[in-house]
DNA sequence: GCGCTAAGTTAACGGTGTTCACCCAGGGAG
DNA sequence: CTCCCTGGGTGAACACCGTTAACTTAGCGC
C-alpha cells in the first residue's frame, strides 16, 4: 500500500529530455517505459505515473497528452502483449494434428503464458474493468478474437468426430477458459498454496474436463 | 483511479464521537463501517482509511490502533464473511445424499456466493497477498478448512463407490476450485462477456468435470 | 488527590493522480 | 522576412491518499 516505484536513478536509461519535432512517438516511449516498470515491481499501481515521466525524461503532465488516465496507459500496455498471448496459445496448437490433444496444448500454453507474464494477466483477466461506458460490447474488446480460436478449435474437434455431435461449442469452450483461467488466476493470487504440479493439474483438468464429452469411451 | 469514498454526510449514520471507558469494541465499529462502505463501493481501494474514520465518527490515526494496515483492515473484513461462505458451500452440500450431486451442490454455492459478495471474494482470492512473511503455511490460512471440506467430500465421493478409486482427492478437490473459481472471478471481472446462464455452466463444468472419473459408466 | 495508562487527537510528511495556465519552437501564410 | 498559430510540451498547484510522531485527555487503582 505504501510501495511505489520511484527514487532517483531508477532506471539505468538516459533522460533525453524534451523529443522535439516529429509526431507523437513518445507515446511509444511510455509504453515501453510503462512496460518495463510494470514488469520490474509486479503491481500496476506500484508504478506511477511520476516514475514513468521520470523513467522517460518527461514530465508527469505530458503522459496526458497520449493517454487519458493511468489506467488507459496500464491497459494499453497489457492490451499489448495480447496478441503475444494469443500468439503462444495458437501456435501451440497450431502443430498439433489430433484435435483433442490441440486443446491441451493450448491450455497448457495459456497457463504458462499466465504465469510468465502475472501482472499484464492480472490486468488483463484480474482487475476491475473500468466499466467506462455502460454497453461495451464484446467483439470491440480485444480478447474477443483470442476466445473465437478456442471455439473454432473446439469446432474442430466436434467435426473431426472426436468430441460428440451434441456439445455446445461456445458453452464448452467458455468452461475450458474459466477452467485455465481458474488454475492461472489462483496460482497468481495465492502461491503460498501447496499446489500440485501445474502441468499435472492441467491435464488433470483437461483430461476430465473432455473426457465427459468425447464421442467414444475413450476415457483417457 | 480518481474515485474515492468520501465527501460529507457519506453515512446517514451518526458520529457518536468517542467511545469513552470499556475496551476496544471501537474495532468492531470500524469493521462494521468498511465492510458497509466495501460493499457500497464494491473496491477495496476505493474506500479511504479516512473515509472509514469519518464514517465511525473518528479520526483516521485511531484506526491505526486497532489495525496495523490498511490492507490488514481489509484482509481482516473479508475474513470476517469466510466464515459465512464455508458455511454456504457446507450447508448447500450438506442436505445432498448422493455424493456426487452433493459435490455439484457446492459449486453452485460457491459460485453464487461469489457473485453476490464479489468484493469480499476478490479480496479473499483474487488480490496480490501481502507476502508479508516469506513462509506463511497454508494451514493457518482462513481458507485451509474450507478447502479441507472439498477435499473430505470428494473422499466421501471415492468410498461411497461414485468416483474411481484411483483419483487423487487432493488433486480433484484443487482441480474443482480452480474450475469455480475460474466461473467466478472471470464473471466478477469481465461482466461485459456474453455470459451463458451461469447454473449451466457450471452444471456443464461440473458435469464433464466429474464424468471422467465417475465409476461406472453414467456419463450424466 | 496522584500518577499511570489506554484511547484519541492534531499536525504533519511524503507521495499520488490529475488539471490548469503558461511557454516555446517551428512551420505556413502574407 | 515577419507574424501568428498550433503541436508538444513545462511548472505549479489541487485534492486526495496512507501513515507517523507528538501531544492530550479520560478514567482507574492506590
Redesign the pocket.
Known amino acids: 500500500?505504501?510501495a511505489?516505484?520511484?527514487g532517483p536513478a531508477n532506471v539505468p536509461g538516459p533522460r533525453p529530455?524534451?523529443?522535439?519535432?516529429?509526431?507523437?512517438k513518445?507515446r511509444e516511449l511510455i509504453l515501453d517505459a510503462a512496460e518495463r516498470l510494470l514488469v520490474r515491481y509486479g503491481d500496476a499501481?506500484a508504478?506511477?505515473?511520476?516514475?514513468i515521466?521520470e523513467a522517460v525524461g518527461?514530465?508527469?503532465?505530458?503522459?496526458?497528452?497520449h493517454f487519458?488516465?493511468?489506467?488507459a496507459l496500464i491497459r494499453a500496455v497489457s492490451e499489448r502483449s495480447f496478441a503475444e498471448f494469443d500468439d503462444a496459445v495458437e501456435g501451440a496448437g497450431a502443430g498439433v494434428s489430433d484435435p483433442l490433444e490441440a486443446l491441451r496444448a493450448r491450455a497448457h500454453a495459456y497457463v504458462r503464458f499466465g504465469l510468465e507474464n502475472p501482472e499484464q494477466y492480472r490486468v488483463l483477466f484480474m482487475s476491475k474493468t473500468g466499466t467506462h461506458g455502460p454497453e461495451v460490447d464484446f467483439a470491440a474488446m480485444p480478447g474477443s478474437d483470442a476466445f473465437q480460436h478456442v471455439v473454432d478449435a473446439v469446432g474442430r474437434a466436434i467435426d473431426s468426430g472426436a468430441l460428440r455431435g451434441d456439445v455446445d461449442p461456445f458453452l464448452t469452450a467458455t468452461g475450458l477458459w474459466a477452467c485455465v483461467h481458474g488454475v492461472t488466476s489462483l496460482m497468481i493470487s495465492l502461491p503460498e498454496f501447496p499446489w500440485p504440479d501445474v502441468d499435472a493439474l492441467v491435464d488433470h483438468i483437461c483430461g476430465s474436463q473432455l473426457s465427459g464429452l468425447v464421442a467414444k469411451e475413450k476415457t483417457r
Chains 1, 2 share one sequence.
Open positions: 500500500m505504501t511505489t516505484a520511484r529530455r524534451a523529443r522535439r519535432g516529429e509526431g507523437s513518445l499501481d508504478v506511477s505515473i511520476r516514475g515521466a518527461v514530465t508527469p503532465p505530458s503522459i496526458y497528452l487519458t488516465d493511468k489506467e
